[in-house]
């Protein structure tokens, strides 16, 4: 996930520190999307290509927030990762929840989809993303995501979201919200 997000406009401001190098960029996201992935993995949210190059994270209606026992556990890795910005990193996740607590509650959210550098527009997100909403589709519910970055847009909207606006955040470069009825 590391090497997907290194130079996504927000995880990059979230994160990043005068001086820091790239390997070291890239260790900070290793840090904080481990923790996330900590939690993840057991509860059976994350969707993997079987070379682990591309993967999905979903949340189920009414299950998305990092439950308290969570985020304690996850503490240390994601202060670590941010470091001195750890304030501007949980005022842009506090304005995420804010956010996503006024969207209707049935629904799926894609937390994460991220591909490998050199894997991607090979198709395996893109297949990652239609078996889950191939899921959801069959079953009525509709999907939500946040996209931090203005270039995945298109893709998204090929898959059937649609742009439903601008998340209002704080400070920092913009985001945007989407969702897809079912299809």
Do not use: C
């Not at 390997?23 to 949210?45: E, I, Q």
């Not at 969707?47 to 439950?67: E, N």
């Amino acid at each position: 996930m590391a090497d997907a997000f290194d130079g996504d406009p927000v995880w990059s401001w979230m994160l990043h520190h005068d001086g820091d190098d790239p390997a070291r960029r890239r260790r900070r996201l290793a840090l904080l999307f481990g923790a996330l992935l900590r939690h993840s993995v057991p509860k059976g949210r994350v969707f993997t290509t079987a070379d682990r190059q591309a993967l999905t994270i979903w949340s189920p209606p009414g299950d998305w927030k990092l439950p308290a026992p969570a985020m304690l556990r996850a503490a240390p890795s994601i202060a670590r990762a941010a470091g001195v910005r750890l304030p501007r990193l949980l005022g842009r996740l506090g304005d995420v929840e804010k956010h996503h607590d006024k969207q209707p509650p049935e629904h799926w959210y894609l937390e994460f989809i991220a591909t490998a550098s050199a894997a991607q527009g090979g198709g395996l997100g893109a297949a990652l993303l239609r078996a889950g909403l191939d899921r959801f589709d069959a079953a009525g519910v509709p999907v939500y995501l946040e996209s931090s970055n203005p270039k995945n847009l298109p893709f998204y909207e090929r898959h059937g979201f649609e742009v439903t606006g601008n998340l209002p955040v704080s400070s920092g470069p913009e985001q945007w919200t989407l969702w897809r009825d079912p299809q």
